[in-house]
């Protein structure tokens, strides 16, 4: 039999813990008032959604592995801003900004605003398809806390 992976590996233990995870949520009491989205559907969509994520990662295809030719000055960041500890104070200043401006902008504008931010600052450059993605997403949580789980989150600018 062949050797496992460090991703197999990872995926084994992720489909254990993912397990776990579903045995307690389904160990949640339901309240007897029927409603639509009960306390427990977010556990048990967080236990599938790891279960089927340690799927993919067990049938995930390994890359070759990188030349070893790299010298050490090519895998160091470039730039003053590359640097771990300047990337990680950069992001908790943009989470720092993002609480603030949470009830101002709203939740839609601030989270956009977050996501588009962080990425341009972690170096990705394709605007509109970040901006695409990070706007469909935020727009989904959106409307799905707002209008499935009836959590009311700050419309800020935009009414929706």
């Known amino acids: ?32 008032i029927p ?13 599938f959604s790891l279960l089927l994520l340690s799927v993919f ?20 960041p470039s730039g003053w801003h590359r640097q771990p500890k300047v990337q990680v104070f950069g992001t ?3 989470v720092l900004a993002y609480a603030f401006l949470i009830e101002p902008l709203g ?3 601030a989270s956009i605003l977050l996501g588009v931010g962080l990425a341009y600052w972690f170096g990705y450059r394709q605007h509109w398809i970040n901006l695409a993605t ?5 727009l989904a949580l959106y409307l799905l806390m707002n209008k ?7 419309q800020g600018l935009l009414p929706l």
Not at 5 to 23: D, E
Not at 35 to 47: E, H, T, W
Not at 134 to 138: A, D, K, P, R, S
């Open 1 to 32: 039999m062949a050797r496992l992976n460090i991703n197999q590996l990872l995926a084994l233990i992720l489909l254990a813990f993912s397990l776990g995870y579903l045995w307690m949520a389904y160990q949640i009491p339901v309240f007897p």
């Open 35 to 47: 409603r639509p989205v009960d306390s427990d559907a977010f556990p048990k969509l967080l236990g």
């Open 57 to 76: 990662l067990f049938f995930e295809k390994t890359a070759p592995a990188a030349s070893a030719e790299k010298t050490e000055d090519e895998l160091q």
């Open 92 to 94: 908790a200043v943009g």
């Open 107 to 109: 939740f839609l504008l």
């Open 134 to 138: 990070v706007g469909g997403i935020v």
């Open 148 to 154: 499935v789980m009836g959590i009311y989150l700050p």
